[in-house]
DNA sequence: CGACACCTTGAAGAGGTTCAAGAAATGTGG
DNA sequence: CCACATTTCTTGAACCTCTTCAAGGTGTCG
């Protein structure tokens, strides 16, 4: 089991600068190390918790792509959100100490549980754990208010290329290619995401494809010309 | 001094309920008092903080209706989210220690400053405010999950439906009538959070009317039938 | 290799936007 | 306190973007 152990270390990830606080010292670093009570594997296609569910732990992504989806009485879907490894989902359930969303992986997936009592116990003595649990609620705010924006006040073709803009920059951060992706998630998915129909994504593509704006090859896509996405998202200001 | 430290005092307030953890021994209540610094008046119309300003607090709002907007460079405008009293505002600017959105009055109200540090001192030592701090902020995400479903996938009318009763209930849950109630927002500014143009929320408004489920002149609105805006919301299921 | 899920494209249609004009309410200054 | 300016709201008509419905093509996985 020490193995195990060792396996599990935040102290030797090499997703921590993504998911846990940085600049720590030593003693903090090994304290860090008890907030990760197990990982766990999750199959491309099942889920990692289910709105209704107890809330019992955040989860880091360690391996893999998930979306986040809410779902009404009356059957309506809305993707809230995809995300990928080095961060961390299941915020959603603190509240009501019960999950509101459901967590599904895009592709074979690895999370580390991280017990939400540790995570309080642990944040109240190391003040920068604290700050960061803190943050990463605050950057969750803020992405949503981005979103709200996108799905407000913008026309098809802007969310589509805001879309791809923030998943190229997010992969770049991660250390891929800032030009190539592999999308984890249908047309629907991304339509249910950014508020349209999966006729009008696919469209939407087609459109960047003629523009050489986008290579499109099903789910490859090529990022031909980065400037002009950004032109559409932001059509008053040149660049 | 003695007056003013009386009356900024937490333990005194009666919206303690709403804003603060319930349920805190004697001891704990005393050290809340120090969280708020200062109140702070905010006139109609101006802001309690802008977009780019350096963040330093969280706002508990003890009288007056405020809105939150983020602005884009090319002058989009979305508005995120209304607040009433006894709600919290500002934690979108703990990520980068800077606000990303403007918060404006829409009424003469008044807030406390809570600055952030102490937040975090005392949530170190009271576990039942560190735990409703977690709370708060998890409450906004799943808030705002709420918004993404009304944007990504309801019509125009759905949308007002929801969010006449979204109004409603927390009115309600401030001792207010669960019918009658006075819009503090133009339909300029319901229709940005809404996603829609204001001549489509003034019609929306106008058919309800037509349909009596609700009674509206100009800001003075009166829920006739809340059953029939609930059906309208989520057709499927008949309640 | 065949079944199934996913993607693309076309054509018709609906819901919401845009533009425009006038009415009602609100605020301001004399 | 009233008159005027300004903001806000309502309503109509034409238009446009996105949706809906439909069919066929492409890729993937057991």
């Known amino acids: 089991m020490l193995k195990d152990t060792i396996n599990i270390a935040c102290s030797n990830c090499n997703l921590r600068e993504l998911c846990m606080p940085i600049g720590l010292g030593a003693d903090d670093l090994v304290r ?3 907030l990760v009570a197990a990982r766990r594997p999750v199959k491309r ?14 989860y880091a992504i360690r391996v893999g792509f998930f979306k986040t989806c809410v779902t009404t009485e009356d059957g309506r879907d809305q993707v809230t959100g995809f995300q990928m490894a080095g961060e961390v989902i299941g915020l959603d359930g603190i509240v009501n100490e019960q999950h509101t969303c459901n967590a599904i992986a895009l592709e074979d997936a690895e999370v580390c549980v991280m017990p939400f ?21 605050s ?25 791809l803009l923030n998943l190229i920059q997010r992969l770049q951060a991660r250390g891929f290619s800032r030009s190539d992706l592999v999308l984890r998630m249908t047309r629907e998915e991304i339509g249910s995401y950014l508020g349209m129909k999966l006729e009008t994504v696919s469209r939407t593509f087609s459109r960047f494809s003629e523009d050489g704006i986008v290579e499109v090859n099903q789910r490859h896509i090529v990022i031909r010309d980065a400037e002009a996405l950004r032109r559409v998202v932001n059509p008053q200001v040149c660049h």
């Open 32 to 34: 860090l190390d008890d």
């Open 45 to 58: 296609g099942s889920s990692l918790f289910r709105a209704g569910e107890k809330f019992t732990s955040l």
């Open 117 to 137: 009592d540790r995570i309080e116990e642990i944040s109240r003595e190391v003040v920068a754990l604290q700050r960061h649990v803190h943050k990463i609620m």
């Open 139 to 163: 950057r969750e705010i803020v992405r949503e208010h981005g979103v709200m924006l996108l799905l407000g006040s913008m026309r098809a073709e802007e969310r589509l290329a805001a879309f």
